[in-house]
């Protein structure tokens, strides 16, 4: 079985920087591209970044600048830096790995279960 686990998420005044972790386990044998997505109150899931296996990343434009994804292969594990943090950022963060697992039947994309990201004003 593959799980993806997040962590680092919380409450931050707006201006304020957190970080986000993510952490694969179970029958893996390896992770293409893992990434970020977001989902805030009655709007869609949205893009926030990806990272490929070799490092090339993508962020969405509204993150551009503030925010840095970067990965541990060796861990199975991706992070999100979050620094200069607007209202607009809240959401429920969630991680996403598109695993090769041991078996066939274990390989796809898995989400992680979300961690809450909150910015006041």
């Known amino acids: 079985q593959v799980q993806l686990v997040e962590s ?3 409450l931050v ?3 304020g920087s957190l970080r986000l972790s993510c952490a694969a386990s179970g ?12 989902q805030a109150p ?7 970044a990806t990272i490929t296996r070799g ?4 962020y ?7 925010f840095t994804i ?16 607007k209202p607009e950022d809240t959401a429920v963060y969630y991680c996403k790995g598109a695993i ?8 796809g994309d898995y989400w992680g279960q979300g961690t809450q990201v909150t910015v006041s004003s």
Do not use: F
């Open 8 to 10: 680092g998420g919380g």
């Open 13 to 15: 005044q707006a201006g």
């Open 27 to 38: 029958s893996i044998v390896s992770i293409n591209v893992m990434g970020w997505y977001r």
């Open 42 to 48: 009655g709007k869609q899931r949205e893009l926030v």
């Open 55 to 58: 490092g090339s990343t993508n």
């Open 60 to 66: 969405a434009d509204s993150v551009k600048g503030r």
């Open 70 to 85: 970067s990965r541990d292969i060796a861990k199975n594990s991706v992070y999100l830096q979050m620094n200069s943090l």
């Open 100 to 107: 090769i697992g041991r078996a066939p039947t274990r390989s």
